[in-house]
């Protein structure tokens, strides 16, 4: 439970304003609230607070239908409101029709129930496509969750090996992708054919000559999906495996992708905090590295 004392300059605001504008609660977060005014339930979040009145704000359990697996969960760091994960490649974050159990997720609400003794939602921050392998942040609560998309700061850093040698040290790629009909591909498409906005900067950390690769680090400005996937195949080096964007090689039987650091707000104090976790030996492997 949090507790909270009102501010004076805070005397007179309703409830749900008061929690939305200090504590970065969002609307949908206030629906999954228990409110306590001064010891009292409170139903109504437009109900109005006095200064020095007492909160007290019980979030509610929320049930989940994913059943707790023993998958292995590498945890790159963890705190009261976050747990963040280094994701092997050839798994499925959360469970689809098709694919309903031996996912992250299962894994994720097994490792929740050994620590807290719990079954607890797991709440995915971010995604990372099954063949993708690095750092997934999953939010232990909705404030948590609420804090993230409204007010905190998120930035997320990849390693990826490409096919060809890269020429320029230091570029932005700054080209609106989207999809066509029902094709998994994203291609460049202009906003008002329905494309989004899409920003990527890279950065060359080594160039392989001897191998035609090279190994970037890409930064995303922008979240969509397949994002540095279509970009680098765009520029004409597509990820190394990629055999949707046309990176397809014996040497390699997935993208060669890694999330491997990512800053985030720390929820109660707001520092920005950054964690980063090793290339995957496959990776390493391939670079001899």
Do not use: C, W
């Not at 008002?192 to 920003?199: F, I, L, M, R």
């Amino acid at each position: 439970m949090k507790k909270y004392i009102i501010e004076p300059e805070y005397d007179g605001y309703e409830i749900g304003t008061y929690l939305k504008e200090t504590k970065g609660y969002s609307g949908r977060g206030l629906r999954n609230l228990e409110i306590y005014l001064n010891g009292k339930r409170v139903k109504n979040n437009s109900k109005k607070v006095r200064k020095l009145n007492r909160l007290h704000i019980r979030e509610k359990e929320k049930e989940t239908g994913i059943k707790p697996m023993d998958i292995p969960i590498k945890v790159a760091y963890e705190d009261k409101n976050l747990l963040l994960i280094n994701k092997d490649p050839y798994i499925i974050v959360h469970p689809t029709q098709k694919k309903v159990d031996k996912t992250l997720a299962n894994g994720v609400v097994n490792y929740f129930l050994q620590t807290t003794g719990k079954i607890m939602v797991p709440r995915f921050y971010n995604r990372l496509d099954m063949n993708t392998s690095g750092i997934i942040i999953v939010t232990k609560n909705a404030y948590a969750q609420s804090y993230l998309q409204e007010k905190g700061v998120v930035n997320k850093f990849y390693q990826a090996i490409v096919l060809g040698i890269v020429e320029k040290d230091e570029f932005l790629i700054d080209r609106p992708i989207g999809k066509i009909g029902d094709e998994l591909r994203r291609v460049e498409l202009k906003e008002e054919e329905g494309g989004q906005s899409a920003q990527t900067k890279i950065r060359v950390l080594k160039r392989f000559p001897d191998k035609n690769l090279t190994l970037i680090e890409a930064e995303l400005l922008t979240g969509r999906t397949h994002q540095i996937r279509a970009h680098m195949s765009l520029e004409g080096y597509p990820l190394l495996g990629d055999e949707l964007y046309g990176g397809a090689d014996k040497r390699a039987d997935r993208q060669m992708l890694h999330s491997y650091k990512t800053e985030f707000s720390d929820v109660e104090t707001g520092e920005l905090k950054s964690v980063e976790v090793e290339l995957p030996e496959d990776m390493k492997k391939l670079l001899e590295i």
